[in-house]
């Protein structure tokens, strides 16, 4: 997806909102690209909901400063016109007693807009959605899917120039938010609408973001392309929510150039990184990274690192297997199924697991 | 028995042949009720949401006020209208005292509170999200407001039929206020009170029916507005 490289459409900064004598959203400075999507994610509470109204102007008081195309929101009038440029759909549909045509049409008959020219817009979107057969229909009388498409038809009328998305599958079933995200995901490549979305699901924010926000407690705590975030995170939280299932604490032994030898309980791991002999550092392993073999010869590997194990448990999780490893260290490793059938992975049996240096993130964490 | 049996004949002759005075006492109610409502809903409706949207402090004392009011009794409002317009009172040179404006006063104030507490009860049962999704698709105050009232039309329509239920069969008030003067200020519950302490059965059986008819009427549009909604 190419992005605008020119001024970014939305800046935001120094924005803080406080609730009750605390402060639950303090995000110092947050540009977003023309066209690009942003995906918020993290836990709940963690303040996506609170940024994506902050930056809408939904939520108020609060302190800081919103830059929309370089010009600053601040007067009455000018955060009421900011506003109508934008559109925001929920979590849960919140549509109007009234039929799907109506629904769809109200953003546009609240800005005064022609019959013929409603008609027209409410039309187009109905068919994207691919709710046209609905167009008469109570807005009552919808299934989740259907009411979803509806109130995403309705935000999509207005032809916002940035839209928000607050947890918009959270309530669906999985097959109706597969078909939905899929639907939302050509919809989007079409119209190159500036969106943030907000979501605890990190498979919906990688299918579909250019970028990755990971929030909690208010903050963002690392912000960049999905790969960036899930290959390289920052902090074990970021680690933990991004899908790193193997967090060891170590202690670095040897230097070499470019890599170093992390002592963990009792072993020693090879990592990529430049550091300090003694330091303390948290290493992060993704589970696609982790290799296991049966093979008992010592074979030709680039693979810096190669331990025996033992399998203490094997999780199914559909298309693949979560195998947890005791290698003197706890070691998670992701396995086809094919792949386990042919090794006869069972738990209790010892196998070789490996990982490059390059897999093995560093988070530093202090001097020792 | 025979009392009975000849005053529902000579009722239904009086109804069936449009006798002009019982017709006149019906249209006066319908009036000062019907204007009495008008009023309320106007009050009722735009202080009911008002409230409901607004957060400030002392809002749960306001709110329970409101309920309370709901129960206000009669003869208590009749009281205090009278007061007011007594002929020394505050509003004493305004001469309204048994007049219908002086019915109309002192059912609106019965049936405002009714309102506004029915509307406030609605506008908080939408969903708290509502209010700025109607934001978000650009929508001025003035504007929201606007649908969120067509959001709840149906409870606010209950709200109407339920203040008009509650003026249109209140005796208490509009004889202290009103006076009950003949083709004046005489309404279908003071005329009943009159007919029937005087054994005028006739004519109280047949303002009775007219009362029975109305309030069968309201309720019936109220059990219509019940099923009709449902929840979504």
């Given at each position: 997806?190419?992005?605008?490289?020119?001024?970014?459409?939305?800046?935001?900064?120094?924005?803080?909102?406080?609730?009750?004598?605390?402060?639950?959203?303090?995000?110092?400075?947050?540009?977003?690209?023309?066209?690009?999507?942003?995906?918020?994610?993290?836990?709940?509470?963690?303040?996506?909901?609170?940024?994506?109204?902050?930056l809408s102007y939904l939520l108020k008081p609060f302190q800081g400063e919103i830059f929309f195309k370089g010009e600053k929101?601040?007067?009455?009038?000018?955060?009421?016109?900011?506003?109508?440029?934008?559109?925001?759909?929920?979590?849960?549909?919140?549509?109007?007693?009234?039929?799907?045509?109506?629904?769809?049409?109200?953003?546009?008959?609240?800005?005064?807009?022609?019959?013929?020219?409603?008609?027209?817009?409410?039309?187009?979107?109905?068919?994207?959605?691919?709710?046209?057969?609905?167009?008469?229909?109570?807005?009552?009388?919808?299934?989740?899917?259907?009411?979803?498409?509806?109130?995403?038809?309705?935000?999509?009328?207005?032809?916002?120039?940035?839209?928000?998305?607050?947890?918009?599958?959270?309530?669906?079933?999985?097959?109706?938010?597969?078909?939905?995200?899929?639907?939302?995901?050509?919809?989007?490549?079409?119209?190159?609408?500036?969106?943030?979305?907000?979501?605890?699901?990190?498979?919906?924010?990688?299918?579909?973001?250019?970028?990755?926000?990971?929030?909690?407690?208010?903050?963002?705590?690392?912000?960049?392309?999905?790969?960036?975030?899930?290959?390289?995170?920052?902090?074990?939280?970021?680690?933990?929510?991004?899908?790193?299932?193997?967090?060891?604490?170590?202690?670095?032994?040897?230097?070499?150039?470019?890599?170093?030898?992390?002592?963990?309980?009792?072993?020693?791991?090879?990592?990529?990184?430049?550091?300090?002999?003694?330091?303390?550092?948290?290493?992060?392993?993704?589970?696609?990274?982790?290799?296991?073999?049966?093979?008992?010869?010592?074979?030709?590997?680039?693979?810096?690192?190669?331990?025996?194990?033992?399998?203490?448990?094997?999780?199914?999780?559909?298309?693949?297997?979560?195998?947890?490893?005791?290698?003197?260290?706890?070691?998670?490793?992701?396995?086809?199924?094919?792949?386990?059938?042919?090794?006869?992975?069972?738990?209790?049996?010892?196998?070789?697991?490996?990982?490059?240096?390059?897999?093995?993130?560093?988070?530093?964490?202090?001097?020792? | 028995?025979?009392?009975?049996?000849?005053?529902?004949?000579?009722?239904?002759?009086?109804?069936?042949?449009?006798?002009?005075?019982?017709?006149?006492?019906?249209?006066?109610?319908?009036?000062?009720?019907?204007?009495?409502?008008?009023?309320?809903?106007?009050?009722?409706?735009?202080i009911g949401v008002m409230v409901a949207l607004s957060r400030f402090t002392g809002k749960k004392i306001v709110v329970s006020?409101?309920?309370?009011?709901?129960?206000?009794?009669?003869?208590?409002?009749?009281?205090?209208?009278?007061?007011?317009?007594?002929?020394?009172?505050?509003?004493?040179?305004?001469?309204?005292?048994?007049?219908?404006?002086?019915?109309?006063?002192?059912?609106?104030?019965?049936?405002?509170?009714?309102?506004?507490?029915?509307?406030?009860?609605?506008?908080?049962?939408?969903?708290?999200?509502?209010?700025?999704?109607?934001?978000?698709?650009?929508?001025?105050?003035?504007?929201?407001?606007?649908?969120?009232?067509?959001?709840?039309?149906?409870?606010?329509?209950?709200?109407?039929?339920?203040?008009?239920?509650?003026?249109?069969?209140?005796?208490?008030?509009?004889?202290?206020?009103?006076?009950?003067?003949?083709?004046?200020?005489?309404?279908?519950?003071?005329?009943?009170?009159?007919?029937?302490?005087?054994?005028?059965?006739?004519?109280?059986?047949?303002?009775?029916?007219?009362?029975?008819?109305?309030?069968?009427?309201?309720?019936?549009?109220?059990?219509?507005?019940?099923?009709?909604?449902?929840?979504?």
């Amino acid at each position: 997806m190419s992005l605008n490289e020119s001024k970014p459409i939305l800046e935001a900064r120094n924005t803080e909102v406080e609730r009750g004598g605390t402060t639950i959203l303090h995000v110092p400075s947050l540009l977003i690209r023309k066209g690009e999507i942003l995906a918020l994610i993290g836990p709940n509470g963690a303040g996506k909901t609170t940024l994506l109204q902050a930056l809408s102007y939904l939520l108020k008081p609060f302190q800081g400063e919103i830059f929309f195309k370089g010009e600053k929101v601040n007067s009455n009038h000018s955060i009421f016109e900011y506003r109508r440029k934008l559109a925001m759909v929920f979590q849960e549909p919140l549509l109007f007693d009234t039929t799907v045509f109506e629904n769809v049409a109200s953003g546009l008959k609240i800005r005064g807009m022609r019959r013929t020219e409603i008609r027209r817009r409410v039309m187009e979107q109905l068919d994207r959605f691919g709710i046209s057969h609905l167009s008469n229909r109570s807005a009552r009388t919808l299934s989740g899917g259907e009411a979803q498409r509806t109130s995403l038809a309705r935000a999509f009328a207005i032809e916002p120039e940035v839209l928000l998305l607050d947890e918009p599958f959270a309530s669906l079933d999985p097959p109706t938010r597969d078909s939905l995200i899929e639907d939302l995901e050509h919809i989007l490549q079409q119209t190159r609408t500036t969106v943030i979305f907000a979501t605890h699901d990190r498979s919906e924010a990688l299918r579909l973001s250019d970028r990755m926000a990971v929030m909690n407690e208010g903050k963002i705590f690392q912000i960049g392309s999905p790969e960036e975030v899930m290959n390289h995170p920052i902090d074990e939280f970021v680690a933990s929510f991004v899908g790193v299932e193997t967090i060891l604490s170590g202690r670095v032994i040897k230097k070499y150039s470019g890599t170093f030898l992390a002592s963990v309980l009792g072993q020693e791991i090879e990592v990529v990184g430049d550091v300090h002999l003694g330091e303390t550092v948290v290493l992060c392993i993704r589970p696609e990274n982790v290799t296991l073999s049966t093979s008992i010869f010592k074979e030709a590997t680039s693979a810096r690192n190669m331990f025996m194990g033992k399998i203490l448990k094997i999780i199914p999780l559909g298309l693949y297997q979560k195998v947890q490893l005791d290698c003197g260290f706890p070691l998670v490793a992701y396995v086809t199924n094919h792949s386990l059938e042919e090794l006869s992975l069972t738990e209790g049996r010892e196998v070789k697991a490996s990982f490059k240096a390059t897999a093995v993130t560093v988070v530093r964490r202090g001097e020792s | 028995m025979d009392l009975i049996l000849e005053g529902i004949k000579k009722a239904f002759w009086l109804l069936v042949t449009l006798d002009p005075e019982v017709m006149g006492i019906t249209l006066l109610s319908l009036q000062v009720s019907g204007a009495a409502t008008l009023i309320s809903l106007l009050i009722g409706i735009s202080i009911g949401v008002m409230v409901a949207l607004s957060r400030f402090t002392g809002k749960k004392i306001v709110v329970s006020l409101i309920n309370t009011g709901m129960g206000l009794p009669p003869v208590v409002v009749g009281l205090f209208v009278t007061i007011f317009l007594w002929r020394n009172g505050p509003f004493g040179i305004l001469g309204l005292l048994y007049t219908p404006t002086a019915m109309i006063i002192a059912q609106t104030v019965i049936a405002t509170p009714i309102v506004m507490g029915i509307t406030l009860a609605a506008i908080q049962q939408l969903p708290k999200k509502l209010q700025l999704q109607i934001l978000s698709l650009g929508a001025t105050r003035l504007q929201m407001v606007w649908i969120l009232i067509k959001e709840a039309k149906l409870p606010l329509l209950a709200a109407v039929m339920a203040g008009f239920g509650g003026v249109i069969s209140e005796v208490g008030a509009s004889i202290m206020v009103g006076g009950n003067i003949k083709g004046y200020s005489r309404v279908l519950t003071t005329a009943t009170v009159m007919e029937t302490s005087r054994g005028n059965f006739d004519i109280a059986i047949a303002l009775g029916i007219i009362l029975l008819l109305l309030a069968y009427f309201i309720n019936l549009i109220l059990t219509q507005i019940q099923q009709r909604e449902r929840p979504r």
